[in-house]
Structure formats: C-alpha cells, structure tokens
C-alpha cells in the first residue's frame, strides 16, 4: 500500500506559477512510475505528466509540454510538479499517482488548482 499527499494548489492568476509536492510514503524508487492526473468539472480525469524510475524519463500531455516540469527528491520521498505561464484551463484538481511493478495504481485525494484572474 501506498499514500499519497499532494499539497501546493491555490488561486493562481493567468500567466502565473505554482509547484505542486506529493509526499510518497514509500522510496520512489518502489513504484515503476509517478504520475500527476487532472480532472477538470465535467471532464475527464487526464494524465499530464510521468516519471519513469528505471530509466528517469519523462512524458508530457501535449497541453502542458513546455509549461510544467515533473521532477522528484528521493531523499524526501517527494515529487514535483512545476507549472509555469497557467492558463485558466489549467484550472483542474490535481492528483499524484504512483504506478507500482505490478501494475496496480495509488492515488492521492487532490489538491484544487485555480487559475483565475
């Protein structure tokens, strides 16, 4: 089993920055990968960005790529997520997921992002 906090959402105005942190209450190094969804009203829950431990790569969601940044400290069992230049679209609850080898999926409750001016 697997907790996930995240923590770090708030009201943002357009154009603006925010990192977002998820605590993993085991090493990272356990899960496969660390993932941060977001599910916007009326909308589907999406992936925007992924980190895979075995060989560190990264993928974006196409509307994120070159805006946000998903990194992580090891030594804090912790992972990032930097969103810079918002939109109002980014507008979304954000939730960390953690991937484990067998393919089973943890996730955090969320934390509400707000772009708005």
């Known amino acids: 089993q697997v907790q996930l906090v995240e923590s770090g959402g708030g009201l943002v105005q357009p154009g603006g920055s925010l990192r977002l942190s998820c605590a993993v209450s085991r090493p990272i190094f356990s899960s496969y990968a660390m993932s941060w969804y977001r599910q916007a009203p009326g909308n589907e829950r999406e992936l925007v960005a992924t980190f895979r431990t075995t060989d560190s790569s990264t993928n974006y969601a196409d509307s994120v790529k070159g805006r946000f940044t998903i990194s992580r400290d090891n030594a804090k069992n912790t992972v990032y997520l930097q969103m810079r230049s918002l939109k109002p679209e980014d507008t979304a609850v954000y939730y960390c997921?953690?991937?484990?080898?067998?393919?089973?999926?943890?996730w955090g409750k969320g934390t509400l992002v707000t772009v708005s001016s």
């Open positions: 997921n953690a991937q484990d080898f067998r393919g089973m999926n943890y």
